[in-house]
Structures are given as C-alpha cells and as structure tokens.
C-alpha cells in the first residue's frame, strides 16, 4: 500500500538521472504531433468518462488529454475526478496553468513507474505519448505501476507510437534520435524507446490486461518544418531563466538558429531516407519537398481492463 497524493502533494521522486529533457522541451505537442480533432474525440469517446470516475492522466505534460475530458464531460453536467503525474517540474507547472480549475495537489510531479497513489485508486489511467519516453526495459515498469493503481476492472488506454515492423521502428528511432541530439535534449536521446505494436501487447498481457484491444489507428503524417522552434527550445528556457525576457533579436537569433538546425535535419532525413528501400518509405508513407520531409509513423490507441478478481 502506498501513501495518496493528498497527503504527499507534488513528491518530487523521480531519479536525477532521468529528470531534464522535459524540463528543457517546452513544445505544443499538439502542433509537432499533428494532431487531429477527430482522433480526439475517438480517444475521448474511448476514456468514456463515467459521473463519480477518478481518472488519471499519466506522463500528461501540460494536461492537454485531462483538460479534453474536463471540457467535454462539462456540458453533459458532470466533471470526474482528475489526477495528472508527470515527472517534469516545468511541465507539471504548464498543466497547472492549463488546468485552474483543478485542485493544485491532483496535479503530482512523480516518475510514472512509482506514482503516490495508494493501490485501486483509479476507475481509468491514460497515458498518451508516454511509454515511449522510457527504455525499453523500464517500459513493463510502467504498465505494473498502472496496474496496481486501477481498480479491479479498470481501465488503461494508451495512444502511442506502435510500428508494425523492426524497419520503420529503427527508421523512425534513428531520425526522433537525430532531432533530440541537434536540439540538446541528451536525457531523451538517451532514454527513448518507440515500441512496436506487438511489444505494446506484450507489456498489457505481462502486466496482466485482459481484453486487450487495439482500438483505433491515429493518423500522424509528421512533418519536420514544424520543429524549427522545438530546435532552439532549451536555449530558449535558457535565455528566459538568466535574463527574464526575449529581446526581438535574441528572438530572431533563435529563430535563424532554429531554421539552421532544421535544415540539418532535413538533409539528415534526406540522405537516411534515399538508402532506405522504397517499399519501407512507401509504407510509411515518406515523401520529400525541397525544404521538408513528411513521414507518418504508425501510432494506436490501444486499452485493456485490470482483472476483477485481483
Ligand atoms: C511527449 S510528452 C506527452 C505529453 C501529453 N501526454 C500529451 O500527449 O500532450 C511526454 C511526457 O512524459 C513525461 N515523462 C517522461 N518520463 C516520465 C516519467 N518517468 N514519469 C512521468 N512522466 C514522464 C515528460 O515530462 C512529458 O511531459
């Protein structure tokens, strides 16, 4: 049994050595992921939000899905209980600022693999785009965790990256490894790991899901233009946190810098790409212009139930 939040609010528990790229990694996922409207009502309509639910939203940033459930259970006449945990202090302060009308000590700063939360607290966990920033061995730490947090049958949906195949898994890992090393974020270039869809299903099963379902196929068609202010993001927190404020020519600096940077990328997926066979970039749907590449990584939203009888 494990303390709740409430009474140890905001634990700071993640190990120093996995703490850093989120705190320097301040993007609008929401842009650089490309989402769609559609994809999120689907997850929305999955979560499927019951009056008297306890919800979390795991490894949640800025609280994005959390602030989606909220505003869409709102107009139906109820709010659920949400909780959000995300080991990144900047982060966790960006969901406060997203979410006022959630009470401070529901927004917890923890590693989601040893989370303050006593055992069969939650009707749901969510983890969109989460697993992925773990290694692969620390990733069934995350599904055990999840695990012991739900209630018997509770649920877990998660939207993440899910390749059907070792090639596009490498092909994507390699181009993700080259953005994070040109924009410094060395704790993600260290840790990451995007798993394919048939090692999502074995963490669920290992961990002890039944009825495990891949729901939903998210569509994702990347381009990499959009990184350009994702490039400069750590020196941007940089120039903030020492001076307080962005003259319009540091801005512009950054900007130069950020394009630079993006157009190493882009020759760097350009060249990748032309060795890569082209039933492999077909499949993933990669194609070219002349200062951008597209590519559409598989992601799913898949969920499983936690046994009622344990
Ligand atoms: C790609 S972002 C996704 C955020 C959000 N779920 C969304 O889709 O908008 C991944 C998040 O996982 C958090 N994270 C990374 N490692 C974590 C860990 N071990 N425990 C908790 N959160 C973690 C990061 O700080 C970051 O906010």
């Given at each position: 049994m494990k303390p709740d939040a409430e009474s140890i609010p905001n634990k700071i528990n993640a190990p120093k050595q996995i703490r850093g790229g989120f705190d320097d990694r301040v993007v609008d996922f929401h842009l650089i992921h490309n989402q769609k409207t559609e994809d999120v009502r689907v997850f929305i309509d999955i979560i499927d939000s019951k009056p008297n639910d306890v919800i979390l939203d795991g490894?949640?940033?800025?609280g994005a899905v959390a602030r989606e459930i909220l505003d869409t259970t709102e107009p139906k006449g109820f709010q659920p209980e949400i909780y959000t945990v995300d080991e990144s202090v900047v982060q966790v302060e960006r969901a406060r600022q997203n979410m006022p009308d959630v009470q401070e000590d529901h927004l917890v700063q923890a590693d989601i693999r040893n989370m303050p939360f006593e055992d069969k607290k939650f009707n749901t966990v969510i983890i969109k785009m989460g697993i992925h920033e773990l290694p692969k061995s620390a990733q069934p730490d995350i599904l055990k965790e999840v695990s012991r947090v739900l209630k018997p049958g509770g649920k877990f949906v998660t939207w993440e990256l899910s390749f059907p195949d070792e090639a596009s898994q490498v092909i994507f890992q390699d181009i993700i490894r080259k953005k994070d090393e040109l924009a410094g974020f060395n704790r993600l270039v260290e840790n990451r790991y995007f798993p394919r869809q048939d090692e999502l299903l074995k963490l669920f099963a290992d961990a002890g899901f039944?009825?495990?379902?891949?729901a939903h196929k998210v569509d994702a068609k990347l381009s990499m233009r959009v990184r350009e202010q994702e490039l400069v993001s750590k020196e941007r927190k940089q120039i903030m946190s020492e001076e307080g404020t962005l003259t319009a020519e540091k801005e512009k600096e950054l900007a130069e810098l950020g394009k630079e940077r993006c157009d190493q990328l882009v020759a760097f997926i350009k060249e990748y790409m032309s060795r890569v066979p082209e039933s492999i970039r077909k499949q993933m749907e990669y194609y070219e212009s002349e200062n951008d590449t597209f590519l559409s990584p598989n992601k799913d939203i898949i969920l499983g139930y936690k046994p009622e009888s344990v």
């Open positions: 490894m949640d940033g800025y039944e009825k495990v379902e891949v």
